[in-house]
T-cell receptor, first 113, second 110 residues
């Protein structure tokens, strides 16, 4: 997990509350991603970023927003958390330019009661 | 969904045996990658195979790719207890957008 950290690592919250997960990288990689991992579904792409202030939706983006104001930080926000968003969230980075390999963070376990 | 699927979902073998897992995907791709995830950890990249390659080796890993069938296989030879993990394939179709399969859980019994 060197070069990429996620915070918080664990969070319990209640339905309807806002939640922000942070991904921080020290690799100066262009691309950053948020995935969620659920049993039976593997990893599903939520949002990704291809540069500062450049983001796009993945396959399960409803209920999530992202922001990237600096190269090193990619924030995932649940505006009003629901129980269906209980999951393990992984951030990943990629250098691009042919170095098409993802490096993952350690994950953030979110429980929405 | 752009997700691929791995087969089998779970695999249990004895130490020293070979483990084979398969991945099917839905769209044309630039490359396909395999990742490993130990319990409670993030994923770690194992090997990448480009769409114009048919086979690739890395240590005890052998990956094949059949773009006509939209499928790939990962072979782990002479498995060890430390290979116990979940294995995922990931496809890159449009350039730096990665879509993962549902994973194969491998248990290697000492």
């Amino acid at each position: 997990d060197a070069g990429i950290t996620q915070s918080p690592r664990h969070k319990v919250t209640e339905t309807g509350t806002p939640v922000t997960l942070r991904c921080h990288q020290t690799e100066n990689h262009r691309y950053m991603y948020w995935y969620r991992q659920d049993p039976g579904h593997g990893l599903r792409l939520i949002h990704y970023s291809y540069g500062v202030k450049d983001t796009d939706k993945g396959e399960v983006s409803d209920g999530y927003s992202v922001s990237r104001s600096k190269t090193e930080d990619f924030l995932l926000t649940l505006e009003s958390a629901t129980s269906s968003q209980t999951s393990v969230y992984f951030c990943a980075i990629c250098g691009g330019f042919g170095a098409n390999v993802l490096t993952f963070g350690a994950g953030s376990r979110l429980t929405v009661l | 969904s752009q997700q691929g699927e791995e087969d089998p979902q779970a695999l249990s073998i004895q130490e020293g045996e070979n483990a084979t897992m398969n991945c099917s995907y839905k769209t044309s791709i630039n490359n396909l990658q395999w990742y490993r995830q130990n319990s409670g950890r993030g994923l770690v990249h194992l090997i990448l195979i480009r769409s114009n390659e048919r086979e690739k080796h890395s240590g005890r890993l052998r990956v094949t790719l059949d773009t006509s069938k939209k499928s790939s296989s990962l072979l782990i030879t002479a498995s060890r207890a430390a290979d116990t993990a979940s294995y995922f394939c990931a496809t890159d179709a449009t350039g730096n957008q990665f879509y993962f399969g549902t994973g194969t859980s491998l248990t290697v019994i000492p």
